[in-house]
């Protein structure tokens, strides 16, 4: 008889996560309006915004995985979620601004992954020539608003009705944070 060990690591986004990452994000496209996508992504449509966050500089890809050690012989890995850090605008009066977002694996929610995301997030931003965070929330969704607020986020504004995803339009609340 094993003893089952689970630990959450966090760590930079690599590309042998892309499948899953992309697996993810799929869902949230399918199934919520969490995100305004509406048509879903393979892994190749994908790679671009992998390979836009690098391991350093302000756009960042931090994924939590958890591990499940059964036995001696070998670990197998499941992605609980991922954090990003993004440029907010394209012009470069903007590039001191990013927009940042969380997404959770569905079965993995309401575990802290979001909290310990962010945290990783933040303190690898720490150090870059960023001045603030934006990040939009499709409403309702109290989870994110209480997440964002831990971190310092304050709401800015809202924009009403600006998405139309499932045959309805959805508003988007605007937090800002200063880094």
Known sequence: MSS?????QVRPG???DLEALTSLYNHYVRETPITFDTAVFSPEERRPWLLSHPEDGPYRLMVATQTDSQDIHGA???IL????SSPFRP???YST????TVYVAPDAGRRGIGTLLYKALFEALAGEDLHRAYAGIAQPNEASA???ERFGFRHV??????????GRYWDVAWYEKDL
Do not use: D, M, N, P
């Open 4 to 8: 089952e060990r689970t630990e959450v």
């Open 14 to 16: 690599i590309e042998s």
């Open 76 to 78: 197998s890995q499941a």
């Open 81 to 84: 979620g991922y954090a990003t």
């Open 91 to 93: 012009k470069a009066a």
């Open 97 to 100: 601004s990013v927009e940042v």
């Open 146 to 148: 209480r997440l964002h």
């Open 157 to 166: 504004g809202t924009y009403r009705e600006v998405g139309r995803k499932f």
